[in-house]
């Protein structure tokens, strides 16, 4: 069983939608919980992260953490075409681990 | 400050040659990262340093990946000899011990015929 689960999509999405992308995980000892977003020939750039359970917001982004179940969202409100891109969740101790990435296309 | 600064940003290698690929981290960032990254198998970690010295290695895929930090500021990722299925987007990234943002590099699309 790999680390990070993430569903690859692609995951296809009008202007104005909410979209919500999902990654489950094995590892408790996790203490940081991250989401990347890769534009394509890219390097990943953070987008959000957090230390605990609950829910965190910056603008139209919300990220989700349940630790008692190992899951954690994304939610984008009002998806923007310029939100088109690969999401990568990632989770840190001493290293980072990433998801394989659901990759996002938002069209007009 | 530049980012994470990799070279090159494209090689073209035939089976048997070697690759050193090249990452200059951030300045003042103790943590250095290498990645590769597939369609198939996503962002996988390969090797990580802190303060110079390999931690993890657990990554490298075989005997023929070396990796090398010989100060803070530049780092080798060597493949000897190439294969066909080495082909990928190799990443390097850093963090500091303040934070734990990772901040990468723009890759290394390597293709190996």
């Known amino acids: 069983q790999k680390e990070v689960e993430q569903d690859p999509g692609p995951l296809s999405v009008p202007e104005g939608a909410i979209v919500s992308l999902n990654c489950t995980y094995s590892n408790s000892a996790f203490q940081y919980f991250m989401w990347y977003r890769q534009y394509s020939r890219k390097g990943p750039e953070l987008l959000m992260y957090?230390?605990?359970?609950g829910n965190k917001e910056d603008g139209r982004f919300t990220a989700q953490v349940d630790k008692s179940s190992k899951y954690i969202s994304l939610f984008i409100r009002d998806s923007q075409p310029s939100d088109s891109a690969t999401y990568l969740c990632?989770?840190?101790?001493?290293?980072?681990?990433f998801g394989t990435g659901t990759r996002l296309q938002v069209f007009p | 400050d530049a980012g994470v600064i990799q070279s090159p940003r494209h090689e073209v290698t035939e089976m048997g040659q070697e690759v050193t690929l090249r990452c200059k981290p951030i300045s003042g960032h103790d943590y250095l990262f290498w990645y590769r990254q597939t369609m198939m198998r996503g962002l996988e970690l390969l090797i990580y340093f802190n303060n110079n010295v390999p931690i993890d290695d657990s990554g490298m895929p075989e005997d023929r990946f070396s990796a090398k930090m010989p100060n803070a500021s530049f780092s080798t990722l060597k493949i000897q000899p190439s294969e066909p299925r080495d082909s990928a987007v190799y990443f390097c990234a850093s963090s500091s011990h303040r934070g734990p943002e990772a901040f990468f590099g723009q890759g290394t699309r390597l293709t190996v015929v």
């Open positions: 957090t230390y605990s359970s």
């Open positions: 990632s989770l840190g101790a001493d290293k980072l681990i």
